[in-house]
């Protein structure tokens, strides 16, 4: 059974840091592209890093580059979100995801085969 845990969610002043993770099984995790998305209330899903398994090359949407690194422990089959920085439009549920191959729409939902349940973060101003 696949499974994508997502956890490190919480309540952090503007400025702050939380690291999310993400815990799979199920699949071949070294294969896969490993995605971050965040959700906030009204608005679309938005793809915001990801990271290949197989080489560790990684990608970051605009709105985060510079403040959140995504780095994987293939040996725990383990992708974090590192975030720095925080800002209150970061406020949003994060997801992560998995997709058998990289696009260059990394970014676009519909190119994820299995999701995680999500968690909150919430940023104070």
């Known amino acids: 059974e696949v499974q994508l845990q997502a956890s490190g969610g919480g309540l952090v002043q503007a400025g702050g840091s939380l690291r999310l993770s993400c815990a799979a099984s199920g699949f071949p995790f070294d294969d896969y592209v490993i995605g971050w998305f965040r959700q906030a209330p009204g608005k679309e899903p938005e793809g915001i890093a990801c990271?290949?398994?197989?080489?560790?090359?990684?990608y970051y949407a605009d709105a985060v580059k510079g403040r959140f690194t995504i780095f994987s422990d293939n040996a725990k089959n383990t992708v974090y979100l590192q975030m720095n920085s925080l800002k209150p439009e970061d406020t949003a549920v994060y997801y992560c995801?998995?997709?058998?191959?990289?696009?260059?729409?990394?970014?676009?939902?519909?190119?994820?085969?299995?999701w995680g349940q999500g968690t909150q973060v919430t940023v104070s101003s």
């Open positions: 995801a998995a997709s058998p191959s990289l696009v260059w729409s990394w970014y676009k939902s519909l190119n994820y085969d299995h």
């Open positions: 990271i290949s398994s197989s080489d560790s090359s990684t």
